[in-house]
Every structure is written in C-alpha cells, then in structure tokens.
C-alpha cells in the first residue's frame, strides 16, 4: 500500500509539471506571433472625416490705438543759437630787459545771438553780433582794438527749391569814440568816429538763392541806405564825413545791393565764416561801389578754448580813395549754446 501512494503521488506531480509546460511554450508562442496591422486597418470601422460641424472664420488683423500720452511732443519752428568770446593777451617786461618792450594789456569780446524760424514756405532770421576790443600799453594809454554793432533781419518766402523773395531791414555802428593817431606820437589824436557816426540802416527786398544750409546768396534789385553821422565835430577830421553833406546829418542812398554768406565747418574742430557784401548806388558812379568783407576762422583746441583769426577788407570812397583793412589773432574762451 506505501509503494502504491508513493508512485500515484510522483505520478501527479509528473503530469501537473507536464501541463505547466504546455501552457508556457503556448504562452510564449502566442506573444511572438507577428500581426499584420494592414489586415486589422483594413476591416476597422473608421469615423467620418470632419464627422462634426466645424464653421471657419476669416483671420482679421487690424491696427489697435493705443494711448501714448506720454510721447506727445510739440513741434517747435524756432531755434536760437549763442556764441560768446572773451580774449585777453598780456606781456610785461622789466626795466633793464635788454631787448625793450612794453607794458600791455589787452581784452577783446564777442557777442553772437541768432534766433530763427522756419515753417515752409515761411522763413525768418535775426542776428545780432557784438565786438568790441581795447588795448593799453604804457606811454600809450589806452586805445580801441576793434569795436562793432551790427544787427540783421530778414524775412522770406519759399519761391522754388533754392529761390525765396526775401526782404531784410540791417543797421551798423559801433560803440566807442574812434581816433586817428600819429605815429610819431607828437599831434594829438583826431576824432573820426563815434556812436551813429557813422551809423548804416538798410532796407532791402529781392531775390535769394540758397542751394545749401551753409551757402546764402541775396540779391537785393531795390535797397535804400541812410548814412548817418551825427557827431559834427567829426567832419573837421574827416572831409569826406563818409558821403554826407557838410552841415547834414544823413544821407539817402538808392542802390542794388549783394550779399553773399558763406558759414561751414571745413574740418573737425575748424569753422569758417565769411559775408560779403557790395553796395552799388544808383545815379553814382561804379567807383563808389561800396566793397566790404569780413571773415572768421576758428580752430577749437578743447570745449572750452579756441584760436581765432579775423579780418576785415572795406573800400569805401566816401572813407579813404584805398583799400582799408584789419586783422586780429586772438587766444581765449568761447562758448556756444547749444
């Protein structure tokens, strides 16, 4: 009976092995079978395409307004410039220098205000340019260097792309008493200008061509000039009393008047300005065309110091039947704003 148990028990345990097997290979067999996913897609049932409604809208881009209050700028028609220079030269020697010399001391300033409006076809300029100069030199008292008022207006309209009709209104004088001295230092000095003596007030209107902002040309086909001097001491010095009668104070003058202004920066830290400007009367004849130039070149060493040099080329025949002239060169402080 033992022997009987003991076999069916490892009869039993032989057959459930057996059956684990079979499952296992059968198992793994089914899971490395290959599927032809063609075949399935094939039979599959499939929803229609876009099966539900779908309403499409146009794409729209428009510009959005948005407030920029804090970018509301006013346009301004006016701009202003300032210049302001101020010279000084100085040189003292000691009583027995071996060399000789002079004691001096000489100061110099200018003045240049502009202020101009422009809104096309309309254009307006004012310019305003101070000088005035005197040295002092021992034995010698003291004398003027350079002295000058001179003030500008004009107004224009916009013709074509470089042509206006302008029309301007200028005067010119000086400051200060002007003398003529001897050069022996033996006659007294003579009196031979003073303030409105002489003194220049100009009316024109013509044509003006201007193809760039540097360059300015003025035809002025109907000018009138009233010539004062209103010292009388003064033609006692001067015969000519530049043009106007003895025993008068102003002369009236009819002319065709030409003006030319060139003002450029013709290098990095150099600025050239020049004006020329003739005078031709009418009724008179061409040898009292009035010639007068005047330039100014400066060369700027930092923000604030600058070399100039300055002339002046006048013939008058009312003054001098020659060519007068002047030239000064200067070291010092000049400011500009803006």
């Known amino acids: 009976m033992r022997r009987t148990g003991a076999f069916l028990f490892f009869a039993f345990l032989f057959s ?46 428009r510009p959005e307004l948005i407030p920029v209050t804090m970018l509301d700028y006013k346009v301004s028609y006016w701009h202003r410039y300032i210049t302001f220079g101020l010279n000084f030269n100085q040189a003292a020697f000691s009583n027995n220098y071996a060399a ?77 008493k002007g003398f003529q001295y001897d050069p022996n230092n033996v006659n007294p ?69 030409l003006v030319a202004i060139f003002d450029k920066d013709i290098a990095k830290n150099m600025h050239f300005n020049a004006r020329y400007d003739m005078f031709v009367p009418y009724g008179q004849p061409l040898a009292y065309t009035r010639h007068r130039v005047d330039a100014v070149l400066a060369a700027k060493v930092n923000r604030l110091i600058n070399v100039s040099i300055n002339g002046t080329l006048l013939f008058d025949k009312n003054t001098s039947n020659s060519v007068q002239g002047t030239e000064g060169l200067s070291l010092g402080v000049l400011y500009k704003f803006p």
Do not use: C, H
Request: proline residues 4%; without cysteine.
């Open 16 to 61: 459930a092995a057996l059956s684990l097997r079979a499952q296992t290979t059968d198992t793994t067999r089914r899971d490395t079978v290959k599927i032809d996913t063609n075949l399935i897609n094939r039979y599959r049932i499939l929803p229609k395409y876009n099966a539900i409604p779908v309403t499409a809208k146009p794409l729209q881009i």
């Open 100 to 176: 000789g010399g002079v004691n001096s001391i000489a100061l110099g300033t200018n003045f240049i205000y502009r202020i101009e409006y422009n809104k096309a076809p309309f254009s307006y300029s004012t310019e305003l340019n101070l000088l005035y100069g005197k040295s002092k030199s021992k034995g010698l008292g003291s004398r003027k260097t350079n002295d000058r008022i001179f003030l500008d207006n004009k107004v224009a309209t916009q013709l074509s792309k470089s042509w206006f009709f302008f029309g301007s209104l200028s005067f010119e004088s000086q400051f200060d």
């Open 189 to 257: 000095p003579l009196l031979i200008s003073n303030f409105m003596s002489p003194g220049y007030l100009t009316e024109s209107i013509g044509f003006e061509y201007k193809p760039s902002k540097f360059f300015d040309l003025r035809l002025g086909t109907g000018t009138a000039r009233q010539t004062f001097v209103l010292d009388k001491n003064i033609v006692k010095n001067l015969p000519t009393n530049y043009g106007v009668d003895s025993g008068k104070t102003v002369r009236n003058d009819i002319a065709f008047q």
